[in-house]
């Protein structure tokens, strides 16, 4: 993922070659699932960004506002427009109030054992690359075994679960290259784990 320095805004343009890999991997026996947690959310990963539109826009863009400012009106997408774009209904939702887990509980959330060589979690984020070395492959779990605290079986619940949080952090909700924030895992746990835990066809790893 590369960004482009403006005082205000950053914006992806660039999407990591191991998200994508990641994605076609895991979509042959769980597209369904993740489906249903990201919409079309997932159709970013094959996205070819128009970087002389992008820098032409970003003159427009009011960061205050949160909208494109032209001379006599302001663009902004509407709630109606982005639920048609992600292809998921926002009606008789209810907000998600952020809460960012601990360092424990974000492991806990994966299947992995206690970790004290990631600082980063205390700091409230995890690197991309650490998620895709212990899931994004098909020989992840085996790779690093030791790390985890779950079966294989339920790693691959896991699994899923960690793209989604990769996807979600990479090109939804991304602060800084590389980084995702941990702050994500608990939009995962109320949009993903509940609802399908409740109709007993996924494996609920709660958040203390």
Excluded at 34 to 46: K, N, P
Excluded at 128 to 139: I, M, V
Excluded at 153 to 168: D, G, K, S, Y
Aim: aromatic share 14%; with cysteine; hydrophobic share 45%.
């Amino acid at each position: 993922m590369d960004t482009f320095n403006f005082p205000n805004p950053q914006m992806v343009v660039e999407v990591n070659y191991k998200l994508r890999n990641w994605w076609i991997d895991i979509k042959r026996n769980r597209e369904r699932e993740i489906r249903q947690s990201l919409g079309g959310l997932t159709h970013l990963i094959f996205v070819i960004p128009n970087l002389h539109l992008i820098r032409a826009l970003l003159e427009f863009w009011d960061p205050v506002r949160m909208v494109f400012k032209f001379v006599d009106f302001d663009l902004a997408p509407t709630i109606e427009e982005i639920s048609g774009f992600i292809d998921m209904s926002y009606h008789e939702c209810e907000m998600i109030v952020p809460y960012k887990p601990s360092s424990r509980e974000f492991l806990k959330s994966l299947g992995m054992k206690s970790n004290p060589t990631l600082p980063s979690l205390d700091l409230g984020w995890i690197h991309f690359d650490f998620l895709y070395s212990r899931f994004g492959r098909d020989d992840s779990y085996n790779s690093f075994i030791d790390e985890f605290e779950c079966s294989v079986e339920e790693w691959e619940t896991h699994r899923l679960n960690a793209f989604v949080i990769a996807l979600l952090g990479s090109l939804v909700f991304p602060k800084i290259r590389g980084r995702i924030e941990l702050i994500i895992v608990h939009y995962l746990y109320v949009v993903l784990v509940l609802p399908l835990a409740q109709q007993g066809s996924l494996h609920l790893g709660r958040l203390s």
